[in-house]
């Protein structure tokens, strides 16, 4: 019992940490999508811009590197995320497999219902400890900073730095508190319905084409690509609450998620809710994609290697 036990716990991790490497790796991919996305949420002037037009603004204002601000953060939130996320749904799936296996169930396999109770305690675990990572990415993704600002700057005197993770951080404690990197989180434990769909639609349909061929990372981005357009193009409106929330603070009074909701309608109307989703919906299914072809890889050669190293006595 006790070998079995702790085989499935590093089992569990072999999952985190796969899920972890390949979500770097797809960040890392697609992040100009993200900054693109976050700014047209949380700027509606900005999200009247075409895509191509935002690009070239940003790159005008910043250089290259502006399609970049934050993505150190972002890589530690996305390693950090989806180590959580992947080692609480296996564990999760662990328990449910071994009761249908105790209950004499023809197969293990985890029902639909089964799959969605597992991703709402991964997710509500996820969000809750990595909430303040996001609020810091979101607050440098958006950071302002604009021609006039640094047209402003005295002849020869260099033009203000971007601030660091770290630097936000400390300036966010500072003059908000540490209440600060929870805001949004209501939004975000919503949101927890957008990987529940995403992992409800791909376990239900990977476990249908396992039984009739093997899923290779090809099929496993196919797969990925089209949990999270699904998942993604229905919790859109959560997504902007969220980020609008994650630097209210900066600007003016904390709102309530409802409050938030109400300004954006009264302000913008209906198409306020969806701001950027183009690049959003297509940086979601790009990333979930590379993620789910990246993790199965990642996932056999953790498994090759643990196979390999000496085992303790």
């Known amino acids: 019992m006790a070998s079995s036990t702790a085989a499935q716990q590093s089992d569990n991790i072999a999952h985190a940490i796969s899920g972890a490497g390949g979500g770097i790796l797809s960040m890392a991919l697609t992040y100009p999508l993200i900054t693109l996305s976050t700014r047209a949420q949380v700027e509606s002037k900005r999200a009247e811009s075409g895509f191509l037009d935002a690009v070239k603004k940003i790159i005008a204002r910043e250089g290259i590197n502006g399609l970049y601000a934050g993505l150190d953060s972002a890589l530690f939130g996305i390693s950090v995320t989806n180590f959580v996320y992947y080692y609480w749904y296996e564990w999760t799936r662990a328990f449910f497999e071994k009761a249908a296996i105790r209950a004499g169930r023809a197969s293990k396999k985890l029902t639909t219902v089964e799959s969605m109770i597992a991703g709402a305690i991964a997710g509500s675990a996820t969000v809750l400890l990595t909430n303040p990572i996001w609020v810091i990415n979101t607050r440098m993704t958006t950071r302002?900073?604009?021609?006039?600002?640094?047209?402003?700057?005295?002849?020869?005197?260099?033009?203000?730095?971007?601030?660091?993770?770290?630097?936000?951080?400390?300036?966010?404690?500072?003059?908000?508190?540490?209440?600060?990197?929870?805001?949004?989180?209501?939004?975000?434990?919503?949101l927890v319905a957008n990987p529940i769909l995403q992992y409800t639609i791909f376990e239900q349909l990977k476990n249908a084409l396992e039984k009739k061929k093997r899923i290779t990372p090809t099929t496993a981005f196919m797969l990925g690509a089209l949990g999270k357009l699904f998942a993604t193009s229905i919790t859109y409106p959560y997504i902007t609450i969220k980020s609008r929330m994650h630097i209210a603070g900066r600007d003016s009074k904390r709102e309530s998620m409802l409050e938030g909701m109400r300004k954006i309608y009264k302000d913008e109307g209906y198409k306020g809710f969806y701001n950027g989703i183009g690049p959003k919906v297509t940086q979601s299914v790009l990333t979930a994609a590379f993620l789910f072809a990246f993790k199965d890889v990642l996932y056999e050669q953790t498994i090759k290697l643990r196979r390999k190293l000496p085992v303790k006595a």
């Open 144 to 190: 302002k900073r604009s021609v006039e600002s640094d047209e402003g700057v005295l002849p020869g005197a260099k033009p203000e730095k971007s601030p660091t993770t770290i630097g936000t951080f400390l300036a966010l404690i500072k003059h908000e508190g540490p209440q600060a990197l929870f805001s949004g989180v209501m939004p975000a434990l919503v």
